[in-house]
């Protein structure tokens, strides 16, 4: 399968913090869930392949070229976590703009889902409100079609029925088989919905990047009591956490810890669950 | 880089109610000799850029602009040249309006107007030679600081050097620029370039 992003041991020294040989890929067609707590690395990376930072060792390639010696920008459309045109525009503004930077810019397009998603026109950025503001953020990054979307937690501030909208579009958007999404959101709910992917970063390291089918069938979370969690060998789950009243297990092949164990159910994997258990579980 | 200039003139035209008011009674006292306007309108477009880097730093333009094609390397040439358009376009209207109360009192001086015209645009010029580069390595709140500092420093300086420089020799400097007023245009345009070249260092070396 081509890939349409490819992250090859991105390392970023700070102060403070440092990605440590960050690789993944995104095939595509595909959508691609990028999770982790806040501060693990996800805006950093993203900021990375989009060269936002700079002085960074590995190699990132999109649409098979280099970011480092190519401007690809004209076939991605980013939605950045509170970043975007100064708030004295209006969309009719932003319009006139992207027109003159992107030359496949849609206008049609962009007027249509200014329309459907009941965005003013010459309202300035100002007065909209924090989920108007995302919308039009992501209406932006959409109306040229591009080929990649690179969007940094794109469902924060909406309301459940923007969600559902916005994650209809994102469905449509790579219904050809040819685009791709990378999607940073702390709503693991929504990825759940339409996430093909999984990478999951924590304190500058991917920890696992694996398909959701892979994640939801063989990953699961056992539920016990403190005499059944004595008899589990440690080697047989990857985490534990001790709740009031039980033990979870986050176990990474339910079908083999079934059988040797002779447990009946073991819940599926969510996507918070296999957070919560991975950072805050022990060993 | 079009898109980029559209934005800033979009963004000063958004703007523009509140320095209209200025804008009028000015041009009222103008026309009753109470102020020149000339370094006025150039005054005020430069505020209006200004703002522009205000709006800019608060949601983060120039990081979003990096994700747009073409975008680090816009970021620095169209503010450069967006300022140039607007100081041009408001010293063209000073020089209209001096034009004007000129004629209505009976006094034309072309050379007075031309002059004029080529210190409007040379002061402003030169304010935007020196700022920029502090606004784009520090940003436009730390940098009105620091050129306060580097103003004051400078102010100390001329202070210091006028005690061993003759008043005979400043006037005489002052003279030669108010004659060859010609050949400041290139100096300016020399020392702009090297304010581009170095304002675009100090961003792409930036780490957002």
């Known amino acids: 399968m081509e ?56 190699e990132i390639k999109i ?12 076939d991605i459309g980013v939605v950045l976590d509170d970043m975007f045109f100064p708030e004295v525009l209006t969309p009719k503004d932003i319009n006139k703009i992207m027109s003159s930077v992107y030359d496949n810019w849609d206008e049609v397009l962009f007027f249509k889902y200014l329309n459907d998603f009941e965005l003013p026109i010459n309202k300035t950025i100002k007065s909209l409100s924090k989920g108007m503001r995302k919308k039009l953020e992501i209406v932006t990054a959409l109306a040229h ?17 923007a969600r559902s909208e916005v994650i209809d579009i994102f469905r449509d958007f790579i219904q050809d088989e040819e685009c791709s999404i990378l999607l940073s959101s702390h709503i693991t709910t929504d990825l759940e919905h339409i996430a ?10 991917v920890l696992l990047s694996k398909t959701c089918d892979e994640l939801m069938n063989l990953y699961g979370v056992v539920k016990c009591g403190r005499d059944e969690f004595k008899k589990i060998d440690s080697s047989d789950y990857l985490k534990y956490r001790k709740n009031k009243y039980e033990f979870e297990l986050l176990v990474e092949d339910k079908n083999m810890f079934k059988k040797k164990y002779n447990i009946d159910t073991i819940d599926k994997l969510t996507l918070e669950d296999l957070m919560v258990l991975v950072i805050k579980g022990g060993k | ?70 975008g680090k390397k816009n970021v620095v040439k169209s503010k450069y040249l967006t300022t140039l358009l607007l100081v041009v376009m408001t010293s063209l209207i000073s020089v209209l309006i001096t034009f004007l109360v000129m004629l209505i009192n009976k006094q034309v ?75 400041v245009p290139p100096i300016i345009i020399i020392m702009l370039y090297l304010s581009y070249l170095m304002s675009k260092y100090f961003y792409l070396k930036k780490e957002f």
Not at chain 2, 41 to 49: E, Q, T
Not at chain 2, 119 to 135: D, G, H, K, L, R
Not at chain 2, 162 to 181: A, D, K, M, R
Request: with cysteine; proline share 2%; charged share 15%.
């Open chain 2, 1 to 70: 880089m079009i898109g980029f200039i559209k934005k800033d003139l979009l963004m000063i035209k958004n703007n523009l109610k509140a320095f209209t008011f200025v804008f009028i009674i000015y041009v009222f006292m103008a026309f009753n000799g109470m102020m020149d306007i000339s370094f006025l309108l150039s005054f005020i477009s430069v505020m209006l850029v200004l703002s522009t880097f205000n709006y800019d730093n608060y949601n983060k333009w120039e990081v979003y602009a990096i994700t747009l094609p073409d």
């Open chain 1, 196 to 205: 093909d992917y999984i990478t999951f970063i924590d304190n500058g390291e």
């Open chain 2, 109 to 183: 001086n072309y050379e007075g107007i031309l002059q004029v015209f080529v210190a409007n645009v040379t002061s402003i010029i030169i304010i935007e030679v020196f700022m920029y580069p502090f606004i784009f390595k520090l940003g436009i709140e730390k940098a009105r600081i620091w050129i306060f500092v580097v103003l004051l420093a400078l102010a100390l300086i001329l202070g210091i050097l006028s005690n061993f420089i003759s008043l005979e020799f400043l006037t005489g400097v002052l003279n030669f620029i108010v004659n060859y007023y010609f050949i």
């Open chain 1, 63 to 74: 649409f098979n070229q280099d970011v480092k010696k190519n401007d690809v920008k004209k």
């Open chain 1, 145 to 161: 079609h591009p080929k990649l979307l690179i969007l940094d937690e794109p469902t924060s501030g909406l309301d459940p029925i």
């Open chain 1, 3 to 58: 890939n349409i992003l490819e992250v090859n041991n991105l390392c970023k020294r700070y102060r403070d913090f440092a990605l440590k040989n960050v690789s993944f890929n995104l095939p595509k067609g595909m959508i691609m869930g990028f999770i982790g707590k806040n501060g693990a690395g996800k805006t950093t990376t993203i900021k990375a392949i989009l060269s936002i930072v700079n002085n960074y060792d590995g």
